[in-house]
């Protein structure tokens, strides 16, 4: 068996399309829209990428009190001795 895609799935997909719609799934992309498809994605190309959201920076200067800190968290995470009962 061929280690390759031949493409049969897209034949496959496309023919499914067919059969459920009546049309190609060409005619299906193009039908909302007042341009061709592939003038659509070009146009997509040529618009600036979005902008990431800021990110919030944290000040760079340590908790003075992380020791304390941490030692209440490790208090409180403690795995805690089971009571027996009779």
Known sequence: MPA???GCD??????LIAERY???MS??????TRHPLPELLKERHRR???TPPQRIRMPLA???EA?????ILEEAI???PRQRTA
């Open 4 to 6: 390759g895609n031949t």
């Open 10 to 15: 897209d034949d496959l997909y496309e023919a």
């Open 22 to 24: 009546g049309r190609p």
């Open 27 to 32: 005619e299906l992309l193009q039908e909302e």
């Open 48 to 50: 600036p990428a979005p």
């Open 62 to 64: 340590p908790d003075p």
């Open 67 to 71: 020791a304390a800190h941490r030692a």
């Open 78 to 80: 403690a795995p805690r």
